[in-house]
């Protein structure tokens, strides 16, 4: 019994920290890229980065960093669902500003 | 044995033991926790949620005024205070691998490093609301209700979500004290190590919310 509990807590999924060290490095990047378009001037880039980086700098923090990657199916539907309802109601909120 | 089991779930394996295997009677339910936790976080998620939306609606009625207002912040504190942040989580995260791995000393000391870095981040932030009041520029100040209304609802929203995101700073530095003592006490082990990943969940949330802040603030000039 001791020897299988051993065995069980040095658990295969511990993700060691040479994945987070990259992953930090990704936000570290993005984040100097995102600095970048805004400093370039160009509303559009500017716009780019705001709508494609920053979520997917959000997504690595919550993949890696939270650890949803290695979570259960239920446990991503959740999260998925909460972020759909937040953009559900950002949405409905924006639309039905724009066209009143 | 349950090692099958966990193959394809990261959980610790105490959560796959039956109560009492490691000291009697003793109950722990991992998923649980951890579920509730992630609920906490939404409501998080939804109450920031609404100020962006806030944000978004008064920006697009005085989009010059908030490209004005915006160009006032400090970008260079702005972007130090996103890489505090993020080395934080690194650091954090770090904390959790190494209590796994039965490292307790370098866990105590990745989590220490968090909360340098924590408390560096609400250093920058008081000097930089602190050259923004000199400036006369706080909510309901004389020189701040003479601009336009743009201007002031700016403002207005950079001291609440950025206040509001300070004050989950402090909360999230209480937090990782008591996780810190806990560690040294052995209450947090390498089998038993959900309250220190619940800590980082909120830790990690508190960066994901300035991952949006700083677009939205500093680099909407």
């Known amino acids: ?100 | 044995m349950s090692a099958s089991v966990e193959n394809h779930d990261a959980g610790p394996p105490a959560a796959e033991q039956p109560a009492g295997q490691h000291s009697a009677g003793e109950h722990r339910d991992y998923i649980g926790a951890k579920l509730g936790m992630w609920i906490f976080i939404f409501t998080e998620l939804i109450l920031f949620g609404g100020l962006f939306v806030a944000y978004g609606m008064y920006r697009s009625m005085h989009p010059h005024e908030f490209h004005h207002a915006a160009g006032e912040l400090n970008v260079v504190l702005g972007v130090i205070n996103t890489l505090v942040l993020l080395t934080s989580s690194l650091t954090m995260v770090l904390s959790i691998v190494a209590i796994r791995l039965k490292r307790k000393t370098q866990s105590m000391i990745f989590l220490a490093s968090t909360m340098v870095l924590g408390c560096v981040f609400l250093v920058n932030k008081f000097f930089e609301w602190k050259a923004k009041i000199h400036h006369g520029l706080y909510p309901g100040s004389e020189h701040l209700m003479a601009r336009p209304p743009g201007e002031r609802l700016f403002f207005g929203l950079y001291y609440g979500m950025t206040g509001l995101h300070g004050l989950h700073v402090t909360v999230g530095l209480v937090v990782m004290a008591i996780m810190l003592v806990l560690l040294r006490r052995d209450k947090i082990r390498h089998d038993d190590f959900i309250k220190l990943e619940n800590a980082g969940l909120y830790w990690h949330l508190v960066d994901v919310i300035w991952i949006f802040l700083l677009p939205l603030f500093y680099l909407a000039a």
């Open chain 1, 1 to 100: 019994m001791n020897s299988s509990m051993e065995h069980e807590a040095d658990d295969p999924h511990i993700v060691g920290y040479g994945t987070f060290i990259k992953v930090w490095l990704a936000l570290v990047g993005l984040t100097a890229l995102l600095v970048g378009l805004s400093v370039a001037g160009s509303p559009n880039l500017a716009l780019v980065g705001l709508l494609v980086i920053t979520p997917t700098k959000a997504s690595l923090v919550f993949f890696y960093f939270m650890h949803l990657k290695y979570e259960s199916a239920a446990l991503k539907y959740m999260v998925a669902i909460a972020i759909a309802v937040l953009v559900i109601f950002v949405g409905l909120t924006f639309t039905d500003y724009l066209f009143r």
